[in-house]
């Protein structure tokens, strides 16, 4: 079946802009998580859903991040006034309930701020 | 905070040659969970480790949780071309429960033909 479904695949914006960016997890998986990912990094958690709602948003580094999901299926991953440090490839994973599973990814939005 | 560390950070070995990669983390972990990923790919979930010494296989791939659940491995015998990536071990964040993963920072496998 299809996996897990990210666009865009590549985003450059200037310096200030807002992005979204949306992921598209395995059908019926109720569990969906935001990571971003920095070169010679391991994925650094953001955010996971349960659902509709937020879970767990301890890993978004101001407020200028915020996701939704409002539906308990697609989710956008929203950034404010991006600043260049936030460049990185932003990943999206779901799994079929959540804890102790293992976490399907999708491609991943490479986010360039100019 | 919570934090889990692999080494080596790189490893170029010969087509044919054993390769190892260490995961250790500051904390016990519930459960140890390893993703490999191609260069330009996303992780891909390979394999779950719960129980205290426990040790599984697939195929060429040996992977061992320790005793004391706060360190693994991942061993390759007779590497491939095809075995070339990023390795990263993951362990939850401890108390939570969230499925809310820490990764390590991945050994980078080259494999030279």
């Known amino acids: 079946g299809a996996g897990v479904s990210q666009t865009p695949s590549n985003k450059v914006t200037e310096k200030g802009k807002y992005v979204e960016l949306r992921c598209d997890p395995i059908?019926?998986?109720?569990?969906l998580y935001w990571y971003r990912q920095s070169l010679g990094q391991g994925p650094e958690f953001l955010i996971y859903f349960q659902g509709t709602g937020a879970a767990d948003d301890s890993g978004l580094p101001n407020d200028r991040f915020f996701a939704v999901r409002p539906e308990g299926s697609v989710s956008t991953l929203k950034i404010q006034r991006t600043e260049r440090g936030d460049s990185a490839v932003y990943l999206c994973a779901s799994s079929p309930t959540g804890v102790n599973q293992p976490q399907h990814f999708g491609d991943g939005t490479r986010l360039s701020i100019l | 905070g919570q934090q889990v560390m692999q080494i080596p950070q790189y490893q170029h070995v010969q087509e044919g040659e054993d390769f190892t990669t260490y995961c250790n983390s500051s904390?016990?972990?519930?459960?140890i969970q390893w993703y490999k990923q191609r260069p330009g790919g996303h992780p891909v979930f390979l394999i779950q480790?719960?129980?205290?010494?426990e040790v599984k296989k697939q195929k060429r791939l040996t992977f061992q949780f320790g005793e004391a659940k706060k360190n693994s491995s991942l061993h390759i015998t007779a590497t491939q071309t095809t075995d070339v990536g990023t390795y990263f071990c993951a362990g939850p964040k401890r108390s939570s429960n969230t499925g809310k993963l820490i990764f390590g920072q991945g050994t980078t496998l080259q494999v030279k033909p």
């Open positions: 480790l719960v129980k205290s010494g």
């Open positions: 059908s019926g998986h109720t569990a």
């Open positions: 904390t016990t972990l519930s459960n």
